[in-house]
């Protein structure tokens, strides 16, 4: 099975400033990789897929990159309805995995 | 509006079994993959099992293989997870999740709220 490697497993910050989550997949998954955002008592919600691909109504605030088996998301400017969840999950193999999760709390 | 409403969790002891069902509308139910994936309390997600549109391809995770079996009609635009010989750690909300897929790439657009299952004596 593809493992998925999250960092930081927590971060606080501020309204305003910019975050990245990383994430790491244990072998080569081309560009199959998701985000999404999750807040507390619901569902996940979709946020950027194909490692770079803004999900429709997604703010652009909201970005993806890669570079081989890492990926992270940015956030240029957090908002406050930003805190939340974050988790990673490759789409190149069943089963489909996930990280952990980033928990992203307001400082 | 898409709408994925998940039904039949509850309190179970350990080895029993429950059916869940997930009730589908605002899309066109039969030409998606269909999936579970599950979150215990606390704690990430985990993919449980999808679906493919005509049922031609299942796939389970390796925890409730032989276990779970995961079906569909979508004639009544609903999926189900029939969950046997139960244990504590499948405790968890269990998610409905559509597989869109675009350009090759897959991803769960469209989540239910779920349904708590709790297996415990």
């Known amino acids: 099975d593809i493992q998925m490697t999250q960092s930081p497993s927590s971060l606080s910050a501020s309204v305003g400033d910019r975050v990245t989550l990383n994430c790491r997949s244990s072998?080569?998954?081309?560009?199959?990789l998701n985000w999404y955002q999750q807040k507390p008592g619901k569902a996940p919600r979709l946020l950027i897929y194909?490692?770079?691909r803004l999900q429709s109504g997604v703010p652009s605030r909201f970005s993806g990159g890669e570079s081989g088996t890492d990926f992270t998301l940015t956030i240029s400017s957090l908002q406050p309805e930003d805190f939340a969840t974050y988790y990673c999950?490759?789409?190149?193999?069943?089963?489909?995995?996930f990280g952990l999760g980033t928990k992203l709390e307001i400082k | 509006e898409v709408q994925l409403v998940e039904s039949g969790g509850g309190l179970v002891r350990p080895g029993g079994s429950l059916r869940l069902s997930c009730a589908a509308s605002g899309f066109d139910f039969s030409y998606y993959s269909m999936n579970w994936v599950r979150q215990a309390p606390g704690k990430g997600l985990d993919w449980v099992s999808s679906?493919?549109?005509?049922?031609?391809?299942?796939f389970y995770a390796d925890s409730v293989k032989g276990r779970f079996t995961i079906s569909r009609d979508n004639a009544k635009k609903s999926l189900y997870l029939e969950m046997n010989s139960l244990r504590a750690e499948d405790t968890a909300i269990y998610y409905c999740a559509s597989l869109a897929s675009r350009q090759g790439h897959y991803y769960f657009d469209y989540w239910g709220l779920g349904t708590l299952v709790t297996v415990s004596s």
């Open positions: 679906i493919s549109s005509s049922s031609g391809y299942i």
């Open positions: 194909a490692a770079s």
């Open positions: 999950q490759q789409s190149y193999s069943t089963p489909y995995t």
């Open positions: 072998q080569s998954i081309g560009s199959y």
